[in-house]
């Protein structure tokens, strides 16, 4: 015997639940970084007065493309809209033994349903920046409640970015138990 171990089922399982955590960590710290970039353009507009299409956050001012900062929103938005579909099933198997199934509705609806619907919205704005080769680029629901796109998309952000910490506590204080 060369004193090697074999992996067991429940080693793998480990394995790949301590992955799943990873990734889920990822995304948690990359979107929110993402909602507080959508604090400074709320800071920027309502403390430093900067004019709302004028209001990029911070790394708007340097990922700028066609004069925007919508095109780092999209990949932002688009990616966290991937990480969040990957997380379904890895959520749902720890329901209800470690996340209780009301916290797993609030992420279905609030991060998967609603940031669904940002993604769409953020495809529009694409689309009117393609079409107009710039700004102003409103999305639907901001037009239609007459608020404006930095209002809307942090409350977007914030209510998405509730839904997925939720899971998130539970499942990281699971793993903090003997």
């Known amino acids: 015997m ?3 171990t074999i992996a067991t089922p429940v080693d793998e399982r480990r394995t790949l639940s301590t992955r799943w955590l990873v990734f889920f960590t990822a995304v948690v710290v990359i979107q929110g970084v993402h909602v507080l970039e ?10 430093l007065g900067v004019p709302d299409d004028d209001a990029l956050g911070l790394l708007g001012y340097v990922f700028q493309f066609q004069g925007t900062e919508e095109w ?3 990949v932002f938005n688009l990616a966290y809209l991937s990480g969040i579909y990957l997380l379904v099933a890895f959520v749902r198997r720890a329901v209800p033994a470690i996340v209780p199934q009301t916290a797993f ?6 991060a ?3 940031q669904t619907w940002h993604g769409i919205e ?5 689309a009117r920046v393609i079409a107009s080769g710039g700004c102003p680029c409103p999305g639907v629901v901001d037009v239609a409640l007459g608020t404006t796109d930095t209002v809307l998309h942090f409350f977007y952000n914030a209510i998405t970015y509730t839904g997925l910490v939720i899971p998130f506590v539970y499942l990281m204080r699971s793993r903090s138990c003997p």
């Open 2 to 4: 060369t004193g090697a």
């Open 38 to 47: 959508h604090v400074v353009q709320l800071a920027q507009v309502h403390v």
């Open 72 to 74: 780092l929103h999209l």
């Open 105 to 110: 509705v609030v992420f279905l609806i609030s």
């Open 112 to 114: 998967v349903g609603l």
């Open 122 to 126: 953020h495809v529009v704005i694409i």
